[in-house]
């Protein structure tokens, strides 16, 4: 009988509870209050809770800072293409990418040409002294380049620590390129650094290409083939540089 009571009086105490809150309006935020602890999955934020002032200016830093730190990624390449300028005496004429070939995204469209004394066959570089392509034609105030990965690129190279090892280098499908004309009885191996010649009048020697991947030869061939891996990324280029005078 005591429990009976006692439900009895718990279940007016709920109502009179209940009462108060709905007069004074308060009903509504207590409902909210179960309806985001306990199923939150249900409800879209985005129109339950729009972005305080807070939420914005959170984002707008979280923009700037990722713009800061995109500018300074850009400085550091610029301070470093004035290093490899002092170090090695070249002439040097920093360009931007404008836009990739929709067709073949191994030609670059770049901000500079003739006005900045670049002309065709010259060296394209990035901050580190890798070489990644050449200038295959030069406007006024715009030039194309040809990435080394392009199927019709060309360059002489030198292999190895010493040096004395040569070949051709030329593009393939995807990133990896191919070394052509590597005489048999020649040693390389895979992880040897691939560098350019000293063939080419534009082209300095020495400027780094990449590494010796996977090594074929055949005693039935004169030369032997390998693949070259690069030691960049070739599909997030941003801030080059052309070599116009050695």
């Known amino acids: 009988m005591l429990r009976q009571n006692l439900k009895f009086f718990l279940l007016f105490l709920t109502i009179i509870v209940l009462f108060v809150l709905f007069k004074n309006g308060q009903i509504f935020d207590l409902a909210m209050v179960f309806r985001n602890s306990f199923s939150p999955s249900q409800f879209s934020s985005v129109f339950l809770n729009p972005p305080t002032d807070l939420e914005k200016a959170y984002a707008d830093l979280s923009v700037e800072n990722s713009r800061l730190k995109e500018l300074e990624k850009e400085n550091n390449n610029l301070r470093k293409l004035l290093n490899l300028k002092d170090k ?12 990739r070939d929709p067709v073949n995204r191994n030609i670059l469209i770049v901000d500079a040409g003739r006005n900045q004394n670049i002309e065709a066959g ?24 040809r990435l080394l990965t392009d199927s019709f ?4 190279v030198k292999i190895g620590n010493d040096r004395l090892v040569s070949g051709i280098l030329s593009g393939s499908l995807g990133l990896v390129m191919d070394l052509n004309f590597i005489p048999q009885e020649q040693d390389i191996k895979s992880g040897d650094v691939v560098v350019t010649g000293d063939i080419d009048p534009k ?4 400027l780094i290409v990449g590494q010796i991947g996977e090594v074929e030869f055949s005693q039935e061939e004169l030369f032997k083939k390998a693949s070259v891996l690069p030691m960049v990324n070739y599909e997030v280029l941003n801030t080059l540089a052309v070599i116009t005078s050695l």
């Open 153 to 156: 690129s060309k360059l002489a």
């Open 203 to 206: 082209i300095p020697s020495g």
């Open 88 to 99: 090695n005496q070249y002439t040097l004429a920093v360009v931007n990418i404008l836009s």
């Open 122 to 145: 010259q060296a394209v570089v990035l901050s580190d002294g890798i070489i990644v392509g050449k200038v295959i034609e030069a406007g006024i105030d715009a030039s194309k380049i």
